[in-house]
Structure formats: C-alpha cells, structure tokens
C-alpha cells in the first residue's frame, strides 16, 4: 500500500491507480461524513487524513483499502 496520507484527493487517487488498481488490485473507498450522500466533485480541494491499511502492507485482490478524507486544512 503507497503512502496515501496527506496528498489531495486526486493525487491519492492518481497513485493508488497506477501502483495497485492498475496491476489488479482492490478498489479503493473513499470515506467522508460530509459528503455522504453526494459525490465529491474537486478531489483536488479534499486531504487524505487517514488510510487503510497503513503505508508499505502488502495487499491482495481481497483486501479492503479504504481513505478518509476532509476538506482541504481539515485533517
């Protein structure tokens, strides 16, 4: 798992593409309270606080992976 912490939105998501979803690995979740029942629209004006599982686990096709984010100055 690429350390996701503290990148926006869009470049978490950038690099979980290219170094896992994009071999073959799991989907990522994207999780925030504020936005649950709407659809984030400028991921690059939200943080990644939190990640799981943390930086540098390995990860299986069935591994959930999972990042909170908060509006950008928030975590």
């Known amino acids: 798992m690429p350390n996701l912490r503290g990148l926006s939105l869009a470049d978490a998501q950038a690099l979980y593409d290219t ?7 799991p989907q990522l979740e994207v ?8 659809t984030i629209r400028a991921p690059s004006m939200w943080d990644v606080c939190k990640q799981q599982p943390a930086a540098g686990k390995s990860l299986s096709a069935k591994t959930w992976t999972a990042i909170a984010v908060n509006k950008r100055g928030d975590c």
């Open 19 to 25: 170094t896992v979803k994009d071999a073959g690995g």
């Open 31 to 38: 999780i925030n309270a504020y936005v649950e029942s709407w």
